[in-house]
């Protein structure tokens, strides 16, 4: 293929794909009909004649629009396809005297967007008769006429055209005049003299005739008084006149002034003006002074109405003489008719979801102007997400720009404006309200990333723990928000069984009474779902902290309570005072300052003999034993706690002063006299007690002989450990709160020569007042615990009393 074939075809294709992307206008339809058609007849069919079938018409909302008028002319019968007349027609108000009466309408398609003009060619029917501006013509004519003489009739008025206007005159048998015709200028012609003393005056019937079917008339009397002699009749300066004048011109204002002349003189020549036949419309809008012959405007005028004006004007000499001229007035339109906005076509509510480009509504912008004052511009609002495109003719589409979200907006009053280009221009706007519908794009947010709540143990089961709020933005149904518990489990149970969440409200209840020494806090999850389709959530977590309640007193290890093995502390009798003799243990399964134990001395044999370390439980002599002390010495000591209220706990303290169990001489009723059924028993502890103490101590002594050998001494420290497996059941050391410590220890120093023992017990590091910020603590990696590996509180009871044991010699 050539080059210029191939540019030939690159035209071509250019060409369609330009009229592929044009808005779709199908063809022009012409129908003709006559005039004065009853309402609802039928003018043709539309629906056959583009290829339509009838559920096409009704799903595109088919519509006709006239444009120019408020008339409504003619419709669409959806059942049945025809374009009907929807009021009487009138050709000659629409189109007067104009040869051809077209009117033009638009045939709206929708969805997609589609057009079909249409011409309504309005036939003329002979409905309207000739008529005469006057029902009798006064002639003044003198005798002194001769023969030939010619006097003009106004012409007939026939509203309809063609062959239905007035086609002949015909006047009526007489002995003096005839008719004669010439392009429509009607005149009667002397044909025989008139002789004033024959006949003054004489009636002549002129009718005129037009060419219908039945043919119509209308008639004048032409009344003639013979007079003497006027034999000239007034004369125009021109023929036509011509004036051009514009639109909206106030009334008073001079169009022109007509003149005309008669050579007669006097009377005869005193020439009057007045308009020929003109309508009652025009006859209100115009007026001519009956002397000068000036035309000035008494009405509106207006030029979307009418665009011209054609006006007979006749002059009048004294004696009836007339003739006639046409005056022409041309209006000028000037820019007074401001746009005017129609929506066609309007989807309301519009989903958020809509994509950018979609078309929601059809405008349609009119200016009864013409040229460019008809031209229009069209435009919305800025910062709206919305635009005109131009479409059809003055057809705008209304299409987003961007994505809507009803959250940020839920309604839009979209201003539309329309201005022509007129000087000076005019504009109008019209508001359209549309709404955005909601669809379910938000899921539920909760108010904070996640919620705290704080619980007593021992709290009743229902009571309300928190609540947790979340929002949704959409509506309706899409912003409801639904609360519920995920699964899952604390402590091996479903979370269900400790928590409960009310659905509507967010709030959060207990199943359940909560036990601080079975767990301290645990975690779940909530989740917010909206109600919309699909629903969406989102979750959040809400962490409980259970707080202790002083729910457990005091339980005391050691010395074991009462009714449980008989247990003896020995005391030397050479201690001074200060000395460390016992050790009172106790733990508290609460925490915090709810396990801050303190110890009470509440009865004692000898109530100045000895002391207990508030916080520590050490007995300790408070003077040097003398030996008038009862060798018997029983205390009460009771254990407290910290909590509110105080629970407490008490336990029986047996001391036995003597330096050697031969002092001794009986151990029956060491304690009460209810025991003395025990006393062999009690021996035989005893006995097995020094027996131990013996092999332990010399065991010792091999020892630090042994480690004498690389330190010059050996320090002893041991915390009172109590093993956890014999705790009791419901003890919990949570985070180191607890009562019982690891790190509780006492300083013992094996020494050699020891004025009273081979044991000499200083006190702890415990002082006898609690801190006021923390717990009683001590680094467990300070000293060596000499209770590690005792398995039962007994054993460690054994302990103790074989440490104090010791201080006797063999």
């Not at 108010?447 to 229902?462: L, M």
Request: glycine share 6%; aromatic share 8%.
């Amino acid at each position: 293929m050539g080059d210029k074939g191939f540019s030939t075809l690159f035209r071509i294709i250019c060409f369609v794909s330009f009229m592929a992307t044009m808005p779709l206008v199908r063809g022009d339809l012409s129908y003709s009909f006559p005039e004065e058609m009853k309402p609802g007849s039928v003018i043709g069919n539309v629906a056959k004649d583009l290829g339509l079938n009838l559920r096409t018409l009704t799903s595109r909302k088919a519509r006709v629009d006239i444009e120019g008028t408020r008339k409504r002319y003619c419709d669409i019968n959806m059942n049945t396809g025809d374009l009907i007349t929807a009021e009487r027609i009138d050709r000659e108000s629409l189109c007067g005297k104009k040869p051809s009466c077209v009117v033009k309408i638009d045939l709206v398609l929708e969805n997609p967007l589609e057009l079909h003009r249409i011409s309504l060619h309005v036939q003329d029917v002979n409905d309207n008769s000739p008529k005469f501006k006057k029902n009798l013509i006064e002639m003044e004519i003198r005798e002194s006429a001769v023969r030939g003489n010619r006097f003009s009739i106004e012409e007939a008025h026939d509203a309809d055209i063609g062959q239905n206007d007035v086609q002949r005159y015909v006047l009526a048998k007489n002995n003096n005049f005839i008719l004669a015709v010439d392009n429509k200028r009607v005149q009667i012609v002397l044909e025989n003299s008139l002789d004033r003393e024959k006949q003054k005056e004489m009636n002549l019937l002129l009718s005129a005739l037009d060419g219908g079917s039945p043919q119509k008339s209308g008639t004048v009397v032409i009344h003639v008084t013979v007079l003497d002699a006027n034999d000239n009749a007034p004369v125009f300066t021109q023929a036509v006149y011509k004036a051009s004048l514009p639109e909206n011109s106030p009334p008073g204002t001079t169009v022109m002034t007509v003149s005309a002349t008669d050579a007669d003189e006097g009377v005869n020549g005193d020439v009057t003006y007045d308009f020929g036949h003109v309508s009652e419309e025009n006859l209100n809008i115009f007026s001519i002074d009956p002397k000068t012959g000036e035309i000035k405007i008494t009405g509106v005028i207006d030029f979307e109405e009418t665009t011209s004006f054609e006006i007979s004007v006749e002059a009048k000499d004294g004696l009836g003489l007339t003739s006639y001229a046409k005056v022409l007035i041309d209006i000028i339109d000037v820019n007074d008719n401001a746009p005017a906005i129609y929506v066609k076509s309007l989807t309301n509510p519009v989903p958020e979801n809509v994509s950018p480009d979609t078309e929601v509504g059809i405008i349609n912008v009119q200016d009864r102007d013409s040229e460019k004052n008809g031209q229009v511009r069209c435009s919305v609002r800025q910062n709206m997400p919305f635009k005109l495109v131009p479409s059809i003719k003055n057809y705008y589409s209304l299409v987003t720009t961007g994505q809507l979200d009803r959250e940020l907006v839920s309604d839009y009053n979209i201003t539309i404006t329309a201005t022509d280009e007129g000087s000076p221009p005019l504009s109008s706007s019209k508001t359209v309200q549309l709404s955005v519908a909601d669809i379910n794009d938000n899921p539920p947010v909760f108010e904070k990333q996640s919620y705290s709540a704080h619980v007593s143990e021992n709290n009743k089961p229902g009571s309300t723990l928190c609540s947790v709020s979340a929002r949704d933005p959409d509506w309706r149904q899409n912003g409801t928000v639904i609360y519920s518990l995920l699964p899952g489990e604390v402590n091996g149970a479903s979370v269900s069984s400790y928590l409960s969440v009310n659905g509507d409200t967010g709030v959060i209840h207990a199943v359940r009474s909560f036990d601080y020494e079975q767990f301290r806090s645990f975690k779940v999850h909530v989740m917010a779902r909206d109600n919309g389709s699909p629903p969406l959530s989102s979750n959040v977590t809400v962490s409980v902290f259970i707080s202790d309640v002083n729910d457990n007193s005091p339980q005391i290890l050691y010395p074991a309570p009462e009714g449980s093995s008989f247990m003896t502390e020995l005391v030397p009798k050479a201690a001074h005072g200060g000395s460390l003799v016992s050790k009172v243990i106790a733990v508290d399964a609460d925490s915090g300052q709810n396990a801050w134990l303190s110890y009470h001395i509440v009865k004692a044999t000898d109530p100045g003999l000895f002391t207990i370390g508030l916080h520590s439980g050490e007995i300790r002599t408070q003077r040097d034993i003398s030996e008038s002390d009862s060798m018997k010495q029983n205390l009460i000591v009771a254990v407290k706690d910290n909590g509110q209220p105080s629970l407490s706990a008490t336990c029986a303290m047996y001391l036995l002063i003597s330096d050697n169990l031969a002092e001794v001489p009986e151990l029956k009723d060491i304690s009460y006299d209810e025991k003395n059924s025990k006393l062999t028993s009690y021996l035989i502890i005893a006995l097995v007690s020094v027996s131990t103490f013996f092999l332990t101590f010399i065991i010792i002594i091999l020892g630090v002989r042994f480690c004498r050998r690389r330190k010059p001494r050996l320090l002893f420290d041991g915390a009172v450990a109590i093993p956890g497996a014999y705790l009791p059941p419901n003890y919990a050391d949570v985070d180191g709160t607890g009562t019982l410590r690891s790190a509780y220890n006492y300083d013992a120093y094996l020494t050699t020569g020891s004025r009273t023992s081979d044991f000499k017990f200083v006190s702890s590091y415990n002082d006898n007042t609690l801190p006021a910020d923390q717990t009683l603590k001590k680094s467990p990696t300070e000293f060596m615990d000499p209770f590690e590996g005792l398995e039962t509180p007994e054993e460690v009871r054994f302990l103790m009393h074989d440490l104090v044991c010791s201080r006797f010699k063999t």
